[in-house]
């Protein structure tokens, strides 16, 4: 007994400088490595995300046009601004098709979103189903659906030809946004707004819409982004004449990238950092919604 016991006591006094439970796995986190393999991959993913943005804007203000640097020049921006009709027409027809076919869906996706959501009906599986079709199938097969609709309904190709398309497959994302956020309603709140009076006009209006707000917004941003950028849809429903950004832009880069793009690339990516900034704090009231 005698020579055990200061055996247990070393071993015992040993113990007590080793970290144990809570205390352990807080040890084990401070003394991780600086970088863990997470936070490499993260790293790289945002160096190939930004890379690309970084090289556009510095090639926007090179003096020549090719890959060589040959010095800083504003020629381009001069160009852009000055002497570039063609481009400037057909940004700004994609602001508008982009603005009304994302203003339009989130309507049409809000009402039918609360309406799928609020009433039962026979068809009601049914029209929740197909409305989220234009999102599963391949926008090839809906760029030449829409092609052969509107020419065996002989509707000349043209900005309204557009404007249908891009409200035909923005509705399903609004929708989508609309219902998720429905599916997080309280109902009890519609019944004591009837039970203090107020009407289903009212209820809809003043409640549910309010409430819906966050979604509605996510909804009408998201059809905006996806107005903006789509090609392939609008390839094939535009005419002589209404040439949105991206058939600009492709029809431009058969003959080389000019640097006017990476000009008006740049005036878009810093509208958009100037117009997140500004309107920060309405989307924080809406986040906290």
């Not at 991959?41 to 930004?50: H, K, M």
């Not at 504003?74 to 203003?103: G, K, M, P």
């Not at 000019?258 to 997140?276: D, E, K, Q, R, Y």
Request: glycine letters at 6%; proline letters at 4%.
């Amino acid at each position: 007994m005698n020579t055990k016991n200061p055996v247990h006591n070393i071993i015992t006094s040993l113990r007590i400088g080793i970290p144990q439970g809570e205390a352990a796995r807080h040890a084990k986190r401070a003394f991780k490595p600086r970088f863990s393999f997470s936070q490499t991959v993260f790293l790289a993913t945002i160096v190939f995300l930004f890379l690309p943005l970084f090289v556009l804007i510095l090639y926007s203000f090179n003096a020549s046009k090719g890959m060589n640097w040959t010095g800083f020049s504003l020629v381009w921006y001069e160009q852009l601004f000055l002497h570039s009709r063609d481009l400037w027409r057909a940004f700004w027809n994609s602001i508008l098709i982009a603005a009304t076919s994302a203003a339009v869906a989130t309507i049409l996706g809000t009402f039918g979103a609360i309406g799928v959501n609020w009433y039962r009906f026979k068809l009601r599986n049914y029209v929740q189903t197909i409305s989220f079709m234009p999102m599963i199938l391949p926008e090839i097969i809906i760029g030449v659906s829409l092609s052969i609709f509107f020419a065996g309904v002989g509707m000349r190709l043209g900005l309204l030809t557009i404007f249908i398309a891009h409200t035909t497959f923005n509705l399903p994302f609004v929708f989508l946004m609309v219902m998720a956020r429905l599916d997080e309603f309280d109902f009890s709140i519609i019944e004591a707004a009837h039970d203090l009076g107020a009407n289903e006009r009212q209820t809809l209006l003043k409640v549910t819409v309010p409430i819906c707000l966050p979604g509605i917004v996510s909804g009408f941003l998201t059809a905006i982004t996806i107005s903006l950028e789509d090609f392939v849809i609008t390839y094939f429903v535009a005419g002589p004449g209404s040439s949105t950004l991206p058939l600009y832009i492709y029809s431009a880069i058969r003959f080389g990238v000019s640097p006017v793009i990476n000009a008006l690339s740049v005036v878009m990516i810093c509208g958009t950092v100037l117009l997140t900034y500004l309107l920060r704090n309405f989307l924080k009231y809406i986040a906290a919604k």
